[in-house]
């Protein structure tokens, strides 16, 4: 794991964004982003975490030039975003926003989805198939001919993804996409950035509060606060690192704190380190195997 200090960027060719240094104050004084740094390469799943006004969202809405660094810079492929790269950076990184409502804005929901397609010079037939696709692979078909406006929280959500996933960009933003989805979407969604991750052509970049999830499904998580990454590195080394989400205002994921509560807090007692479910069940199977043995020798002497 990496702290601040070292959360060095790198230059390899799988590189789609890097944000380098960058700083944002917003008009009111308040610190966005203070001297970034992040990057996001093909086929790996980033998840940023940190407590409310950390900066998760400030960081994803630079991802796609909706907002500007003051300082520092913003590449993709190895060249400074400027001011004409940002009009077209959407084609590359397609960012679903926090507030889903803000994102949608066509008369019905297949028209939203299909405007990108049809922006990136489909066909409208080509277009209104490749929305029914995105439609379907998040479980939303039904919601085709609604009206953004009368749709609930969860709804909206669901065609804000589909309307990203209809463009096929190279990076794929998601800002904290389930926390208004029933159980069962957020299953879909979670099953959803695991398919796009196997088909290896994407970044994915996941804000989120829930750890569990981001267990589950980080190849690497980086932490924030106060507009700057403070640590980096895989779930494993991260989630179980007590002090650093005491300091980031984190709550341990419960993998961590059922073994943690197994275990005992005892210098290297935390072996294997289970972070998936499967995991942590295959840890206590193989704790309880042990004990059996020992009481069963025990009882042979
Ligand atoms: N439009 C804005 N104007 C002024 N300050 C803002 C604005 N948007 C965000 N901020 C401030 O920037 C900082 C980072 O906010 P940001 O929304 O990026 O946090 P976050 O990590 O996404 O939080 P949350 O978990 O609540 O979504 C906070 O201090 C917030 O108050
Ligand atoms: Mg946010």
């Known amino acids: 794991m990496t702290d601040a200090e070292g959360s060095r960027c790198t230059s390899e060719t799988d590189m789609i964004i890097h944000v380098d240094c960058a700083s944002h104050v917003y008009a009111d004084g308040s610190v966005g982003l203070h001297e970034m740094c992040f990057f996001v390469r093909r086929g790996e799943v980033v998840v940023v975490c940190g407590a409310n006004g950390s900066g998760k969202s400030t960081l994803i809405e630079h991802l796609n030039g909706g907002l500007v660094p003051e300082e520092g810079r913003i590449e993709v492929h190895g060249e ?4 004409r790269r940002r009009h077209e950076l959407w084609k590359t990184v397609g960012v679903v926003f926090q507030d889903a409502d803000s994102q949608l804005f066509a008369p019905t929901v297949l028209e939203d989805v ?26 939303a078909v039904r919601l085709i001919e609604k009206i953004p406006a009368y749709m609930s929280g969860g709804e909206k959500r669901l065609a804000a993804i589909a309307g990203i996933l209809a463009m096929q960009p190279e990076v794929i ?4 996409p389930t926390s208004d989805l029933d159980p069962a979407h957020a299953a879909r969604i979670e099953s959803l950035v695991r398919e796009l991750r196997e088909r290896g052509e994407f970044g994915i970049v996941l804000s989120t509060h829930d750890l569990d999830l981001a267990s589950r499904i980080a190849d690497r998580v980086v932490i924030l606060r106060d507009g700057s990454v403070i640590a980096e590195g895989l779930p494993r080394d991260v989630f179980y690192d007590r002090a650093l989400l005491e300091r980031s205002g984190l709550v341990e994921p419960c ?16 072996d294997p380190r289970p972070i998936t479910e499967e995991e942590l069940v295959e840890a206590l199977k193989t704790g309880l195997n042990h004990r059996c043995r020992r009481d069963l020798e025990g009882g042979a002497d």
């Open 80 to 83: 400074t975003v400027d001011e």
């Open 255 to 270: 993998v961590v704190r059922i073994w943690r509560a197994v275990r005992g807090d005892g210098e290297g007692a935390m």
């Open 173 to 176: 933003a998601l800002d904290e």
């Open 114 to 139: 299909a405007f990108g397609p049809l922006n990136l010079g489909l066909s409208p037939d080509e277009a209104r198939k490749v929305a029914c696709r995105a439609l379907e692979a998040v479980d």
